[in-house]
T-cell receptor, first 119, second 109 residues
Framework: GAVVSQHPSRVICKSGTSVKIECRSL??????MFWYRQFPKQSLMLMAT?????????EQGVEKDKFLINHASLTLSTLTVTSAHPEDSSFYIC???????????????FGPGTRLTVT | GQNIDQPTEMTATEGAIVQINCTYQ??????LFWYQQHAGEAPTFLSY??LDGLEEKGRFSSFLSRSKGYSYLLLKELQMKDSASYLC??????????WGAGTKLIIKP
C-alpha cells in the first residue's frame, strides 16, 4: 500500500517551454503533498507543500509564478515548470502523506521522481 | 539555527556492520526519520524514532538520544545492494521536516 506515482519519469524540453509533472497517490488519499528538487550529489530541497483545495505554500527562494502547483484532488497534485531554463534541470520528487496535523506527517511516501533536462 | 550533520561518505565491507551517525540542532523535535536513496531514485522510508532508544527492524536498527541530539542508523550483514545514500531528517516543533545532506555508503566485496 501507500504507492505514489509520478509522470513522466523523464522529460527533455527546450528552453522557454513549460513542463507539467503529475504526482498521484494510487491507493490512499493524500491531504498533503510535497514537492522536492534534488541536484546531483545534493540532498532533497523542499520546494513547496501542497494541501488539497488550497494554495500551495512555497519555501523561501522558490518562485511561485515559475513553479505552479495545483492540488486538485486528494489523489493528484501537479507541478508545472513554466518558461523552463537549463538551470531548472534537476530531479523533481513528490511525496504524499495520509494525514496531517499542523503539517506533521508521520511518513512521507515518495514518488519515483521525474528527471527534467532543459536544453 | 537548524542544522543536521551526517558524514558525507562511508565505506564498508560486504557482510560487515556499519553505523551512520546523525547529529541535529533544530527548533524543537517531533521525530527523526532515516531514508535510503539509491542513485537516481526517490528516497524510501527506513525508520522513525520519536522516543529515546533503539528500534530494530531486520538488518537495520535506528537509535535516538534526544538529550544529545543524536541518532544513528546501524546496518548489519551488509549486502552490495545496501550501497546507497542514507538521509537523516528531523521534524521540528512547527512540523517542518529538515533534511540532512545524506551519507553515501559504499560497500566493497
Amino acid at each position: 500500500g501507500a504507492v505514489v506515482s509520478q509522470h513522466p519519469s523523464r522529460v527533455i524540453c527546450k528552453s522557454g517551454t513549460s513542463v507539467k509533472i503529475e504526482c498521484r497517490s494510487l491507493d490512499f488519499q493524500a491531504t498533503t503533498m510535497f514537492w522536492y528538487r534534488q541536484f546531483p550529489k545534493q540532498s532533497l530541497m523542499l520546494m513547496a507543500t501542497s494541501n488539497e483545495g488550497s494554495k500551495a505554500t512555497y519555501e523561501q527562494g522558490v518562485e511561485k509564478d515559475k513553479f505552479l502547483i495545483n492540488h486538485a484532488s486528494l489523489t493528484l497534485s501537479t507541478l508545472t515548470v513554466t518558461s523552463a531554463h537549463p538551470e531548472d534541470s534537476s530531479f523533481y520528487i513528490c511525496s504524499a502523506t495520509t494525514g496531517t496535523s499542523g503539517g506533521f506527517s508521520y511518513e512521507q511516501y515518495f514518488g519515483p521522481g521525474t528527471r527534467l533536462t532543459v536544453t | 539555527g537548524q542544522n543536521i550533520d551526517q558524514p558525507t561518505e562511508m565505506t564498508a565491507t560486504e557482510g560487515a556492520i556499519v553505523q551512520i551517525n546523525c547529529t541535529y540542532q533544530t527548533s524543537g523535535f517531533n521525530g527523526l526519520f532515516w531514508y535510503q536513496q539509491h542513485a537516481g531514485e526517490a528516497p524510501t522510508f527506513l525508520s522513525y524514532n520519536v522516543l529515546d532508544g533503539l528500534e530494530e527492524k531486520g538488518r537495520f536498527s535506528s537509535f535516538l538520544s534526544r538529550s544529545k541530539g543524536y541518532s544513528y542508523l546501524l546496518l548489519k550483514e551488509l549486502q552490495m545492494k545496501d550501497s546507497a545514500s542514507y538521509l537523516c531528517a528531523v521534524i521540528e516543533s512547527n512540523y517542518q521536516l529538515i533534511w540532512g545532506a545524506g551519507t553515501k555508503l559504499i560497500i566493497k566485496p
